[in-house]
C-alpha cells in the first residue's frame, strides 16, 4: 500500500452538503416525474415519499460508515475494511462504472438542451465539440485545485435548490387555485408498476455515495459527513415532492412530454417560462458533473494507493496537489461514453448498479458494530461519531430493500451487472498475484 500524499483540507460541510445536494439533483429530477406520473397518476406522490424512506434507509446507514473513517474512497473503501478486497473492489467497480453511466447522460443532456437555442448542438459535429468542451472545463477547472472544483459545485448547488424551489411553490400554488389539469389514466398503477416506478427513483434520489469519496480532502470528515448527508438528503426530499407536485397539477399528459417540467414551465408561463426551465437544467447538469468530476477521480486514487491500481492515478499534481490522472480518467471514460449513448436508455442501468454498493454499506454497518462489540481490528475503521438509532437493523433492512428492487432488473440490465462483477473478480485475482510476486521478492 502506498502511502497517499498530502491532500489539502479546504473542504467544510456546507461544501460537502452541496457535494450532497449536487450529486443527487441532476437529469433525473428534469425527466422521471412526468415517467413516474405517467405510470402511476396521482400515486406518484406515494412512490416518490416511499422511494425516499427507503433510499433514507441507506443513506444513514452511510452516514455511521461515513463517520469511522478519514480517508478518501467512500463505499469502496467502507466495504473493504468490513469484507475485504473482494468485495471492496467488486463495490469500486460497481460505483464507477454508475457515475461514469451517468456522467455520460448528463452530457447528452447538455447538449440535447442547448440544442433549443442553437440547432447546430443536435449535429454530430456539434454534440462531439460541445461535450469535450463541457467535459474538458470542468476537468480543467478540478486539476487547478480542490478548492476551485468545490465552489463551482457550491454555486450550482445554490442556483438549482432556489430555481427548483420556485417552480415548485409555483406550482402547488397553481394547484390551491383550483386550476389543475386533468390527467391521463395511469399506465400502470399495480405492483410491477410500483417496482419499476421505485427502482427509477432510486436514480433520481441516487448519487449521494459520490460526495462521501473525496472525506480525504474534508476537515473534519467524521463530524460533517452525517450531517451533510442527512441535511442535503432533506432539502432534497422536500424539493423533489415539491416538483413532482407541480407537473402533476400543470401536465395532463405528463409521461408524453420528454421534458415535463419545461411543460409544466410553458403552462405557467408560456415560452419564457419553458426558456428558464431548460436554463436551469443546464445548470442543473453543470452543477452534477461539477460535483462529480470532484468525488470520481478520489475512488480511483484511493485504490491507487492501495496498490490496486496503477500509481499514477494516485499521483498528486506538481503545483496543484490534485489527483490529475484520475481526473483525466474519468473525463476521459465519460467522454467516450456520451458520444456513445444517451440518457433515457441508461437511467435504469445506474439506478441497478448503485444499488448493490448501497446493499453493500448496509451490511458494512452490521458488520463494524458487531466487530467493535467483540474487540476486532476493523481495518482503518474508527469509532463512530454518529451513530444511526436501531443501525443493525436498518442496515439488515436497507440491504433486503435493495435486494428486492434490483430483481425486478431486465436482461439488459442482468448482463450488465455480471461484465461488472467478472471484470472486477479478474482485477482482484490479478492484483493478488502482483501483491503475491511483490512479498516473495
Known amino acids: 500500500m502506498v502511502p497517499p500524499p498530502a491532500a489539502d483540507r479546504v473542504l467544510g460541510r456546507g461544501s460537502l452538503t452541496a457535494l450532497v445536494i449536487n450529486s443527487i439533483v441532476g437529469s433525473g429530477v428534469f425527466v422521471l416525474p412526468g415517467t413516474i406520473a405517467g405510470i402511476l397518476g396521482w400515486q406518484a406522490m406515494g412512490a416518490w415519499g416511499l422511494a425516499a424512506a427507503l433510499i433514507g434507509t441507506m443513506i444513514g446507514c452511510f452516514a455511521e460508515v461515513a463517520s469511522r473513517f478519514t480517508g478518501a474512497g467512500g463505499a469502496y473503501r467502507y466495504t473493504q475494511a468490513a469484507f475485504g478486497p473482494f468485495v471492496g473492489i467488486q463495490v469500486a467497480w460497481l460505483t464507477y462504472f454508475a457515475r461514469c453511466v451517468s456522467a455520460a447522460a448528463q452530457a447528452n443532456l447538455f447538449t440535447t438542451s442547448l440544442a433549443e437555442f442553437f440547432p447546430w448542438a443536435a449535429t454530430r459535429a456539434g454534440s462531439v465539440l460541445l461535450a469535450t468542451g463541457f467535459i474538458g472545463t470542468l476537468a480543467a477547472i478540478n486539476i487547478r485545485g480542490t478548492g476551485a472544483g468545490a465552489r463551482t459545485s457550491n454555486a450550482f448547488a445554490v442556483v438549482k435548490v432556489a430555481a427548483l424551489t420556485l417552480f415548485a411553490i409555483a406550482g402547488i400554488a ?242 450488465s451487472m455480471v461484465v461488472i462483477v467478472a471484470l472486477a473478480g479478474a482485477h482482484w485475482a490479478a492484483s493478488r498475484r502482483s501483491a503475491a510476486r511483490v512479498a516473495a521478492a
Open 174 to 415: 397553481f394547484l390551491l387555485s383550483g386550476h389543475a389539469v386533468a390527467l391521463v389514466p395511469p399506465a400502470d398503477a399495480t405492483v410491477a408498476g410500483w417496482r419499476r416506478a421505485l427502482l427509477l427513483l432510486v436514480f433520481a434520489y441516487g448519487g449521494f455515495e459520490g460526495a462521501v469519496i473525496p472525506l480525504g480532502e474534508a476537515r473534519d470528515p467524521q463530524k460533517d459527513a452525517p450531517v451533510a448527508l442527512l441535511g442535503g438528503f432533506a432539502i432534497v426530499i422536500v424539493l423533489f415532492l415539491g416538483v413532482q407536485l407541480a407537473v402533476l397539477a400543470l401536465v395532463a399528459d405528463p409521461a408524453a412530454a420528454p421534458r415535463p417540467l419545461a411543460a409544466a414551465a410553458r403552462a405557467l408561463a408560456g415560452g419564457p417560462g419553458a426558456v428558464a426551465m431548460t436554463v436551469l437544467v443546464l445548470a442543473s447538469v453543470l452543477g452534477w458533473m461539477a460535483s462529480n468530476m470532484l468525488n470520481m477521480p478520489r475512488l480511483t486514487a484511493a485504490m491507487a494507493h492501495d496498490g490496486v491500481l496503477p500509481a499514477v492515478l494516485g499521483a498528486s499534481h506538481a503545483r496543484y496537489r490534485t489527483p490529475w490522472a484520475s481526473i483525466l480518467l474519468f473525463a476521459g471514460v465519460s467522454l467516450g461514453l456520451a458520444l456513445s449513448a444517451g440518457l433515457l436508455q441508461n437511467v435504469s442501468l445506474a439506478a441497478v448498479a448503485r444499488l448493490f454498493p448501497y446493499a453493500g454499506v448496509c451490511l458494512t454497518v452490521v458488520s463494524l458494530r458487531r466487530r467493535e462489540a467483540r474487540g476486532l481490528a476493523r481495518g482503518d475503521a474508527q469509532p463512530a461519531r454518529f451513530r444511526l438509532p436501531a443501525g443493525s437493523a436498518l442496515g439488515v433492512l436497507g440491504f433486503v430493500c435493495a435486494l428486492l428492487l434490483v430483481s425486478s432488473m431486465n436482461q439488459r440490465e442482468f448482463w
